[in-house]
């Protein structure tokens, strides 16, 4: 019923920036919290940056000051814009999002299918 789809992932030099969009698609009532997270290769997959609809954001120490995660809640979309990228940010990136559909009175979690980012050094 609602699908997040990421997009923008890639190969960047470390230093670099890309910029991941991830869109919600479906039955959408609203949507609450939008989070990004990702999972490097043998490691646990981890909250990078966090997003509520009132504009609220906090971000993982390791991102801080480097990251930046922001919102167009008419589209429905989580922007994450990575600058000074680091061999150590190579992981898939995922999508997190709390949706409430249409007709429904609760917030459900869906997550998207990942986008990889690499970046060599």
């Known amino acids: 019923q609602v699908q997040l789809v990421e997009s923008g992932g890639g190969l960047v030099q470390a230093g670099g920036s890309l910029r991941l969009s991830c869109v919600a698609s479906g039955s959408i009532y609203s949507i609450n919290a939008m989070d990004w997270y990702r999972q490097a290769p043998g490691k646990q997959r981890e909250l990078v940056a966090h997003?509520?609809?009132?504009?609220?954001?906090h971000y993982a120490d390791s991102v801080k000051g480097r990251f930046t995660i922001s919102r167009d809640n008419a589209k429905n979309t989580v922007y994450l814009q990575m600058n000074s990228l680091k061999p150590e940010d190579t992981a898939v990136y995922y999508c997190?999002?709390?949706?409430?559909?249409?007709?429904?009175?609760?917030?459900?979690?869906?997550w998207g299918q990942g986008t990889q980012v690499t970046v060599s050094s």
């Open positions: 997003s509520t609809s009132d504009e609220s954001t």
């Open positions: 997190n999002a709390d949706v409430r559909l249409i007709l429904t009175p609760y917030y459900t979690n869906y």
